[in-house]
């Protein structure tokens, strides 16, 4: 199965072309400002032109709303005019799939926590007992997050939001283009059924606009 997965939501602007458990292009770019002005530039170069994919993954959040909007918009786009599935994946899901595809999480047996920058003194996260989800998607003070955890707590994060709040103990990755593409197609496995029109951002805080992400 041939994917082309997008990645805005946050400082990483990157796309990448997997099939099976191979990657065959793939191209991230570090824009803290402005991750997703070269979003298109970065698809026509690792693609070719070339087209003809069997589905679309894209990154809907939680991140930045501008580049998840576009992402977002784009992969809808491509999957109207492609006639494929687009598949929804969580930032958060990515993160800690990085984590434990490097092996830096290899001997953990705590709880595992991926967060990302809310602003605002913030925090968007989730709990994990290896890559399966055991909480919802949620949005919290950074004071009240670091209460949460215990000593076998594991934090995953970008070593800007990790040097952010001053987190000793926080394994640093960023979210890349492949690591959507995997997460989504391990969704596809479960369940097949993906249309354009169902995928939206996910927007934890507070947003004029409906969000969610379809449940495995």
């Known amino acids: 199965m041939k994917i082309l997965a997008i ?14 458990d191979k ?11 402005n991750s997703s002005s070269k979003i298109f530039d ?8 070339n087209l003809q994919f069997d589905a679309m993954a894209v990154d809907v ?15 809808r786009a491509y999957g109207q005019f492609l006639k494929v599935p687009v598949i929804s994946v969580s930032s958060l899901d990515c993160l800690v799939f990085n ?4 092996a830096m999480l290899k001997n953990v047996s705590g709880k595992i926590f991926p967060i990302v920058d809310a602003l605002r003194g913030e925090v968007y996260t989730a709990e994990y007992e290896g ?5 919802e998607y949620k949005i919290i003070e950074v004071e009240k997050f670091l209460k949460m955890l215990d ?7 970008s070593y800007e939001i990790c040097r952010k709040i001053s987190l000793k103990k926080c394994v640093i990755t960023d979210i890349s283009a492949s690591s959507v593409g995997f997460v989504a197609l391990s ?11 169902e995928v939206l951002p996910l927007y934890i805080r507070r947003f004029p606009i409906r969000s969610q992400v379809k449940s495995e």
Do not use: M, Q, W
């Open 7 to 20: 990645e805005t939501s946050g400082n990483i602007c990157g796309a990448a072309v997997i099939s099976g």
């Open 23 to 33: 990657i065959i292009a793939e191209k991230n770019i570090f824009l803290p400002k």
């Open 42 to 49: 970065i698809i026509k170069n690792i693609t070719k032109k």
């Open 61 to 75: 959040g939680p991140g930045s709303f501008t580049g998840i909007r576009i992402g977002v918009s784009l992969a």
């Open 99 to 102: 984590a434990l595809k490097d």
């Open 131 to 135: 890559l399966k989800r055991k909480s």
């Open 151 to 157: 000593n076998k707590s594991t934090i995953v994060g």
């Open 187 to 197: 969704k596809f496995k479960k369940n097949k059924n993906y249309d354009y029109n």
